[in-house]
């Protein structure tokens, strides 16, 4: 952290501490008294982003101004619900009036007027949206976060909800806003999953470093220190980067390596029939993984890939076994 940045770190946190000692940052028992509520209810409106909290010396303390008239309560908890995917002291920033402000004052000012607060709710949906943003991008190479100068090989980026998980919001942003190059050649690449803050700030949320291997028709996967290879369908186009992209993260989304591949998807790997895969697992040629646990029935990448290796081989040497007798 350089000098200028420790600094301010060290007199946002005094404004913080003054803040509590004047009174404005309330502790959650202080805001159960002032609602009525028992402190369960007030940590449920927390955790629903209802109310937002702000850590002074790892205390949570809640903005006093968010103790409004039992009549408006429901609005302003509305309100806070849409802010809700940007930093808390931005949060309230906009409920003040401080930042990008449409209005005169503090946007509490606006909850008496149903015109004036149904312009306050569009205004919300705007800034948030601001926050909440995922951006997938897909780089040529293994490379670290801060290293993206050259056009993506593929990007996408999506307003998604923040509370859904970091893979299901990357699957929710791939297919808006798409741009790729076509007919490109991957070999190794890096996949980026971050979330993009105003000004175009983007915090990496997921890394993952692909490889293409077994002649295009697998993917070494590495995320979050654990590696493991995907094997891609037989008609499968690797100088798809869009397809790489979707496929990936179908993958982690479910739960990567553990939950292994659909009997479809394990038919469309072999080049067969579903009946067929059946057989496979039946005579225990194919192993079943972790997801036939959970309620369906899942075939392991390994074995997948394994079986269709020793059918490649099996193919060839009969080919060959026929060419020499010709």
């Not at 003054?18 to 805001?31: D, H």
């Not at 990496?204 to 490889?211: G, N, Q, S």
């Not at 998807?265 to 005579?283: G, H, T």
């Not at 079943?288 to 394994?306: C, D, K, N, P, W």
Request: glycine share 6%.
């Amino acid at each position: 952290m350089r000098v200028t940045e420790s600094a301010q770190a060290v007199a946002l946190e005094e404004a913080r501490r003054a803040a509590v000692r004047c009174g404005e940052l309330i502790s959650v028992e202080e805001m159960g008294v002032r609602l009525r509520r028992p402190r369960q209810d007030i940590e449920r409106l927390l955790n629903k982003g209802r109310l937002f909290s702000i850590d002074v010396d790892d205390t949570p303390y809640i903005p006093a101004i968010l103790d409004v008239q039992s009549k408006f309560r429901a609005r302003l908890w509305s309100i806070c619900e849409l802010i809700q995917p940007a930093h808390a002291e931005s949060r309230l920033a906009f409920l003040m009036g401080i930042r990008e402000s449409l209005w005169n004052g503090s946007a509490l000012d606006l909850l008496s007027d149903e015109e004036a607060y149904r312009r306050l709710l569009s205004a919300a949906r705007a800034w948030a949206a601001e926050w909440s943003r995922t951006t997938v991008l897909l780089l040529d190479g293994h490379r670290e976060a801060e290293h993206w100068r050259e056009a993506p090989l593929f990007q996408a980026f999506g307003e998604i909800d923040p509370r859904y998980p970091t893979w299901s919001r990357a699957s929710r942003a791939v297919g808006r806003n798409e741009s790729f190059q076509r007919g490109v050649v991957i070999g190794r690449a890096t996949l980026f999953v971050c979330k993009t803050e105003p000004r175009g700030r983007k915090t990496v949320e997921k890394r993952v470093l692909l490889t293409v291997a077994d002649r295009g028709t697998t993917i070494a996967v590495t995320a979050d220190g654990h590696s493991f290879l995907l094997p891609l369908a037989s008609n499968f186009d690797i100088h798809d980067a869009g397809k790489i992209v979707r496929r990936v993260l179908r993958q982690m989304e479910r739960g990567g390596e553990e939950v292994g591949l659909s009997v479809k998807e394990a038919a469309e790997v072999l080049a067969c029939s579903i009946d067929s895969v059946y057989r496979l697992l039946l005579d225990r040629r194919l192993a079943r993984a972790i997801g036939s646990a959970q309620g369906r029935l899942t075939v392991t990448l390994e074995s997948v890939r394994s079986y269709r290796a020793t059918a490649v081989l099996r193919a060839r040497l009969e080919k060959a076994s026929g060419a020499s007798l010709q």
